[in-house]
């Protein structure tokens, strides 16, 4: 029996275009609202995508899945980046939930026609410069896992380097 509530996984995916790194980053509509001028509107939240665990699935497997849904891309997994765990607060069920979720770095190998249908709305996908990630993530344990990512892609790229 897990000490988790619920299991998710999800990646921070790279692709490298003339020589520069970029990291694919979704803009999603929050729960959260605010309300402006009389009315109410949801804000909106740039995240690296991720999701639940479904079925019989292994962290990996969840992981290229929701990466493919929420960012329309396919990839493949390079390594385990870290895990965050949230304890969140069930409204309808009046209970503590504890939800670990599991980050891969991943690669980009193309474009994807897999249709994205889930609760959550996915505005916009967007690739972003390291620094550019950095100032736009919504969360500050994303930023960590970034910058993480970050270091372990620069060793990987350089040994690929010296190794040719």
Do not use: C
Not at 70 to 89: A, F, H, P, Q, T
Not at 100 to 118: A, H, I, P, Q, W
């Amino acid at each position: 029996m897990s000490v988790f509530d619920e299991r998710s996984a999800g990646g921070l995916v790279f692709r490298v275009t003339e020589g520069r790194v970029f990291w694919l980053v979704i803009k999603i509509l929050s729960k959260k609202t605010i309300r402006t001028s009389g009315e109410t509107v949801h804000v909106t939240v740039y995240k690296f995508p991720k999701g639940h665990v479904q079925d019989v699935e292994v962290l990996k497997q969840t992981a290229l899945r929701e990466v493919e849904e929420e960012g329309r891309i396919k990839s493949k997994v390079i390594n385990k980046i870290g895990s965050n765990d949230y304890i969140l607060w069930d409204k309808e069920t009046r209970k503590k939930i504890i939800k670990k979720v599991t980050f891969f770095l991943m690669e980009y190998l193309g474009e994807s026609e897999l249709r994205y249908n889930d609760h959550e709305v996915v505005l916009d996908r967007e690739w972003l410069s390291f620094d550019d990630a950095l100032d736009k993530l919504a969360y500050e344990s994303e930023r960590k896992l970034l910058k993480i990512a970050a270091v372990r892609l620069d060793t990987l790229l350089k040994a690929s380097k010296s190794v040719k």
